[in-house]
């Protein structure tokens, strides 16, 4: 398969949805979250050398559509089916950055026999920790603030500023130039409403309130690898360790001098990992019956509680 790096439109259920398709080979289905697709222009072009690349801007985000609807982590890998289908697209590696972790590891529990491994960026659901702008993000009366704050004037002086302050190095100011580009997306009702839905179905003025840990023993039937940028100051790298304790077998990759966007930071180390990652593990091959002796023997297991303040989900989720 081969197509031109374009941005394409599809209706699902009567909702626009936007999406790279590019490259030829296996399928690798890279989720753009928080921003959209954009977040892996650094990346989309060396991977599509080897690789089929269909990068979504998921419902709410991006050029997708906005609407006041199903903004879960079921209602997004609902979505990520119904797209593959519509692209005529069997099984594909899912990778999934921060929230799109969550949406990849949702996707791989309900349907497993759609996904062949699994790459986690910066993934949420390891911990409650999570930068206080997002605890923010989620709080009555955001819309409002952010409203006044983007106004025309307001929007570029602070735009303006926070880019400064990256370029300064300050300190604090790591990733500050992504959250720059975040904010000024927030100019738009809808956007900001899709955002704020978003995050509060996973955080609270707590921290996060879902997590993966009662359900991570699934993963010793689907390939795993997780990266984390050492210097992230949205969700700290130090709950990389609970995957090497949840999952033994995951591949855990800790990039220096990287923050939130190790795949922006540092494309080169991220392509490096991604193709060895590939090149090294076999696809998942679905078996119902391995995962009925999986969930079997994993409830007979010790589990490692969920940290207080998280709730266990139904689903996986990262």
């Known amino acids: 398969m081969k197509a031109s790096r374009r941005v394409r439109f599809v209706d699902v259920h009567g909702h626009r949805r936007a999406y790279v398709l590019t490259g030829h080979g296996p399928a690798l289905l890279l989720h753009g979250v928080a921003c959209d697709h954009t ?24 050029q997708s559509a906005k609407p006041r609807a199903d903004y879960t982590l079921g209602g997004f890998a609902n979505g990520m089916r119904d797209l593959l289908s519509l692209l005529e697209i069997e099984r594909a590696t899912i990778v999934g950055h921060s929230f799109g972790g969550g949406v990849a590891m949702q996707f791989a529990y309900q349907f497993p026999e759609l996904t062949e491994r699994l790459v986690l960026v910066a993934p949420g659901g390891l911990g409650p920790e999570v930068s206080p702008i997002i605890r923010a993000a989620t709080l009555p009366g955001f819309e409002q603030v952010m409203g006044v704050l983007t106004l025309p004037g307001i929007r570029q002086v602070n735009t303006v500023g926070l880019r400064i302050a990256h370029a300064a190095r300050l300190p604090g100011t790591r990733d500050i130039d992504e959250i720059a580009t975040v904010y000024d997306s927030f100019r738009d ?26 359900r991570a023993y699934l993963t010793e039937s689907m390939p795993l690898c997780v990266i984390w940028g050492a210097e992230d100051p949205i969700i700290p790298a130090s709950q990389a360790d609970t995957v090497a304790e949840l999952a033994p077998g995951a591949r855990v990759e800790i990039v220096e001098d990287s923050g939130h966007f190790p795949h922006r930071d540092h494309p080169e180390e991220f392509l490096r990992i991604v193709r060895d990652f590939l090149a090294s593990t076999r696809p998942s091959a679905y078996d119902r019956e391995r995962l009925r002796h999986l969930l079997r023997t994993g409830a007979q297991r010790p589990v490692r509680r969920a940290r207080a303040g998280q709730r266990p989900v139904a689903p996986l989720t990262g």
């Open 39 to 62: 977040t892996w222009d650094r990346v989309i072009r060396p991977l599509s050398r080897d690789y089929t690349v269909i990068a979504p801007d998921l419902l709410g985000h991006g």
């Open 189 to 214: 009702p809808q956007t900001r409403a899709a955002a704020h839905h978003v995050l509060r179905a996973v955080v609270d003025r707590h921290g996060q309130v879902v997590t993966m840990t009662d």
